[in-house]
Antibody
């Protein structure tokens, strides 16, 4: 059974930083692109970041370029989202997902990030 | 990257069909076959229902089907059931290996 478990969310002040983690199981982690997506309260889904199997290709939505980055650790079967210079508009539930065929095949349960003073 | 356009709501009676549209541009929906659809219940994570325009992952009922014409993709739910009441989102590969989602459609079973 595929499992993705996010952690690291919480309350952070504007301008602060946070690292989200996603530990996976049930599939060959090293063979898959991984993604982070988010959903602001009461709003729709937004793709945030992708990373390829070797970590050599990273893509970010324009609104987080220069502030967020994504990385992975195959030994720990984990993918991370590093978020800096956080803004109120970054408040959302953040999901990690296994990507395949240019779609998001499996999702974690999400972790809530709240940016507020 | 501008969000893809979906109708805010759609509805149908049990047993009927409902079709949700997803309109983009030639740079996303119209440019390739990497369009996918997701079902989301309140407070839950989304679930993949359709990928590559019309393919169903294992376990998704064949009542769910996808298609595309030009810059508009569509999701059809045939034989509507009460358990299909949820929010539905489309997504497309956009330029530069980036992705864009639709605005979302709330499906109500009357």
């Amino acid at each position: 059974e595929v499992q993705l478990v996010e952690s690291g969310g919480g309350l952070v002040q504007p301008g602060g930083s946070l690292r989200l983690s996603c530990e996976v199981g049930g599939f060959t982690f090293s063979s898959h692109w991984m993604s982070w997506l988010r959903q602001a309260p009461g709003k729709g889904l937004e793709w945030v970041a992708n990373i390829n199997q070797r970590g050599s290709e990273i893509y970010l939505v324009d609104s987080v370029e220069g502030r967020f980055t994504i990385s992975r650790d195959d030994a720990k079967r984990s993918v991370y989202l590093y978020m800096n210079s956080l803004r109120a508009e970054d408040t959302a539930v953040y999901y990690c997902a296994r990507a395949q065929y240019a779609s998001f095949q499996d999702w974690g349960q999400g972790t809530l990030v709240t940016v507020s003073s | 990257q501008s969000a893809l356009t979906q109708p805010p709501s759609a509805s149908g009676s049990p047993g009927q069909s409902v079709t949700i549209s997803c309109t983009g541009t030639g740079s996303d929906v119209g440019g390739h076959y990497h369009v996918s659809w997701y079902q989301q219940f309140p407070g839950k994570a989304p679930k993949l229902m359709i990928y590559e325009v019309s393919k169903r992952p294992s376990g998704v009922p064949d009542r769910f089907s996808g298609s595309k014409s030009g810059n508009t993709a569509s999701l059809t739910v045939s034989g509507l059931q009460a358990e299909d009441e949820a929010d539905y989102y489309c997504s497309s590969l956009a330029g530069g290996n980036k992705y864009v989602f639709g605005t979302g459609t709330k499906v109500t079973v009357l």
